[in-house]
């Protein structure tokens, strides 16, 4: 079973669509996660969630909007794409917010804007 | 506040090389360090972690040891195969986690 997925794999969109991922934990875990890796593999936290209440969010445009339907979902929805929102897109999760949980990741989104 | 810096890559090393990624770090309080790996088309999975002072986390043939009085986790395995050809992530877990920028590790045979 995969511990935390999301969906869809691969985005490959046309700038100015609208797209989402969705990320579901079967971990039991409080606290959700999205990444954002560029192509030097750079690592950006840009939300988090803990029990369904946004507890993190950094400077991301306002185009960036997640939602958190239950403390196991944890979706991403991009409006008016643009070609430098094309990036991996990892969505992850741990036990709680506080020092020592491990992070679990999902695979990856990959989003291509052309 | 709380940071993580770890040695720029790219590396690459010959099969059976000896490995060490440096990885340091500055906190305020006591932080739980960690090491990720992120295999090509995958995404990160923990390697391994320590969550006090001299604790050594090890896994697959790699390891590090939580040193407080160098503020270091640095990341080493005594013989590389091409299988571990990988971003190798080291993080910190405070108030938030904190992830380093990554060195690229290519092992060729």
């Known amino acids: 079973d995969t511990a935390v997925s999301q969906t869809p794999k691969y985005l490959v969109t046309q700038m100015g669509n609208d797209k989402s991922i969705k990320c579901e934990q079967n971990?039991?875990?409080?606290?959700m996660y999205w990444y954002k890796q560029d192509s030097k593999k750079f690592l950006k936290i840009m939300f988090s969630y803990n029990n369904k209440e946004l507890i993190i969010n950094e400077t991301v445009p306002n185009r960036f909007s997640p939602k958190s339907p239950d403390k196991a979902h944890l979706n991403l929805h991009i409006n008016s794409l643009e070609l430098g929102d094309s990036a991996v897109y990892f969505c992850?999760?741990?036990?709680?917010?506080?020092?020592?949980?491990?992070?679990?990741f999902g695979e990856g989104s990959w989003l291509t804007v052309v | 506040g709380d940071s993580v810096t770890q040695m720029e890559g790219p590396v690459t090393l010959s099969e059976e090389a000896f490995l060490t990624i440096n990885c340091t770090y500055t906190a305020t309080g006591y932080p739980s360090l960690f090491w990720y790996v992120q295999y090509p088309g995958e995404g990160l999975q923990l390697l391994l972690k320590?969550?006090?002072?001299?604790d050594k986390g090890s896994n697959k043939g790699f390891e590090a040891t939580y040193r407080k009085e160098t503020t270091s986790f640095h990341l080493e395995k005594g013989s590389v195969q091409v299988s571990d050809s990988a971003v190798y992530f080291c993080?910190?877990?405070?108030?938030?986690?904190?992830f380093g920028t990554g060195t690229s590790l290519t092992v060729i045979p």
């Open positions: 320590a969550t006090k002072a001299d």
């Open positions: 971990l039991g875990h409080d606290t």
């Open positions: 993080a910190l877990s405070g108030n938030q986690f904190y």
């Open positions: 992850a999760s741990s036990l709680g917010r506080f020092s020592g949980n491990t992070i679990y």
